[in-house]
């Protein structure tokens, strides 16, 4: 009775965990006012990259960062609010040393972070006891646009990030493992089909 019970609640948390993959709604791309003049190069379940037809970055010297928002998803503890603001905060601090453009001749990059899902303590408490694992990693969808200096729209990313539930030591903190994703989403900056890393932008 007992070992089918515990069977059962495996089940469940593994139904959840697959459930909460990172996953893009259906209409992300459509709401991005500048997608009819946009071609889709990559999509999947998590991501979309849309770049201009005309789109060259080999005239560019590299990438410089513009405005970074939040949209406000909570309204908790005084605590809980200063952890949800530190997330823009992280990108910021990790990504602009990374980003070599001019203010001249770089691509700017315009980081909208919304649709945030904080890592839920309790079910990590009882997937631990359970798997040994806290299994609730976090999401949260950032929508990326690249202008040139006229300001036109020159390729918009967005996607699904999710934490990493090999972070165990963030495992119990609401928006330790979402803070740890958005630092690393900024070592990958360099590899991303509609970006340049120095090297490229200088050949």
């Known amino acids: 009775m007992e070992s089918n019970r515990s069977l059962r609640i495996k089940v469940l ?11 893009l709604p259906d209409s992300s791309y459509r709401n991005v006012p500048e997608h009819n003049s946009l071609k889709i190069m990559q999509q999947d379940r998590a991501f979309v990259l849309a770049v201009h037809p005309n ?3 080999s005239q ?13 998803s909570i309204d908790g503890n005084k605590k809980e609010v200063v952890e949800h603001d530190d997330l823009d905060k992280t990108l910021i601090q990790h990504l602009t040393p990374r980003l070599k453009g001019s203010n001249s001749n770089g691509l700017r990059m315009d980081v909208e972070i919304y649709d945030i899902q904080p890592v839920s303590p309790t079910l990590n408490v009882l997937s631990a006891v359970v798997l040994l694992v806290p299994l609730d990693s976090g999401e949260l969808t950032m929508k990326t646009t690249f202008r040139d200096n006229t300001g036109q729209v020159q390729a918009v990313r967005i996607e699904r990030l999710s934490g990493s539930v090999m972070n165990i030591s963030e495992g119990f903190s609401r928006y330790g493992r979402l803070t740890d994703a958005l630092a690393e989403w900024t070592t990958h900056w360099d590899r991303w089909p509609a970006c340049m890393s120095e090297k490229k932008a200088n050949t």
């Open 13 to 23: 948390l593994l139904s959840l965990m697959l459930a909460g993959c990172a996953k």
């Open 55 to 57: 789109f060259n970055v």
């Open 60 to 72: 560019y010297d590299g990438l410089i960062l513009g405005e970074v928002t939040m949209r406000k």
